[in-house]
């Protein structure tokens, strides 16, 4: 207890405006009142196509070697560790937001994918699968043949 | 009245600019005994997408960030958006401006401030008159 009013005392960080910012946040609707509050990691978005799924998610301070990517029928599982930073000698904390550790995260997606036709990038923190619906359940065209 | 009429004012467009989500990328701080050391996590923008200023003692960091278009697809769930990445922070410390180093790398934003080297205490020899 101590110790913490105390480092509030000679923080060096000050942070100015940031409740306007919040206001921002609580006011603009449920997506951000999910944000706000306990969201999932990474936060994805999904974009939904006759044959293609798009999912991004971010993951800021990954390498491409730490995602792990599995697909299983409709369901698609991100999965990786984002290491603690070690600090040096002498070296404190002032403020520490940024999550750290394993996770997981797995979603439904609105239908079954083709896992072998998967692709991944991993570019300025933002992941990017590309899912296929499989040939197989792709809607197929049937023309009526004139009875002879 | 139609969004495009709307927008012909002037008036209009700072308010469609206002509008712009603000997001607040998470921020770990810390010290070493030369320098403060700020990590934000940024995903999706670019090096040239970043403005920080440190004026007053008042370090403002700014970014605007754009989700990539997916033509052909229709959002179907959606977590985050693009808008405006803030964060203002005073800074108590005396920090040497010219010093101040940024690296972006993964969408993560690292940014180095030295510390000002500490005023030598001058004596000043009492001379007796």
């Known amino acids: 207890m101590l110790s913490t009013a105390f480092r509030r005392h000679w923080d060096p960080w000050q942070e100015l405006n940031r409740l306007p910012d919040e206001m921002n946040r609580i006011f603009s609707g449920f997506s951000d009142a999910v944000r706000a509050g306990a969201q999932a990691f990474p936060p994805v978005n999904v974009y939904s196509g006759e044959d293609r799924l798009v999912v991004t998610a971010e993951v800021p301070g990954l390498s491409a070697d730490d995602i792990d990517i599995t697909v299983e029928g409709d369901a698609l599982t991100i999965k990786g560790s984002r290491p603690a930073e070690e600090l040096q000698e002498n070296e404190k904390y002032h403020r520490r937001e940024r999550g750290r550790g394993e996770f997981s995260r797995t979603l439904r997606l609105p239908f079954e994918v083709d896992a072998s036709k998967t692709d991944a990038e991993y570019a300025q923190g933002v992941l990017t699968v590309v899912l296929h619906k499989p040939e197989e359940s792709k809607p197929k065209k049937i023309t009526v043949k004139r009875a002879s | ?129």
């Open chain 2, 1 to 129: 009245m139609t969004q495009a009429q709307n927008c012909l004012t002037k008036e209009c467009s700072s308010t469609e600019k206002s509008r712009e989500k603000v997001l607040n990328p998470w921020v770990d701080i810390t010290e070493t005994d030369d320098a403060l050391i700020l990590t934000a996590d940024m995903p999706g923008v670019a090096e040239e997408d970043i403005d920080i200023t440190f004026h007053d003692h008042v370090l403002t960091i700014e970014a605007s960030k754009t989700e990539s278009e997916h033509e052909g697809l229709k959002p179907y769930y959606v977590e985050h958006a693009a808008g405006r990445y803030l964060r203002r922070f005073k800074v108590t410390e005396e920090v040497q401006r010219d010093g101040i180093e940024a690296t972006l790398k993964d969408g993560v934003l690292r940014l180095t401030l030295p510390k000002a080297q500490p005023v030598v205490a001058q004596k000043i020899k009492v001379l007796t008159a």
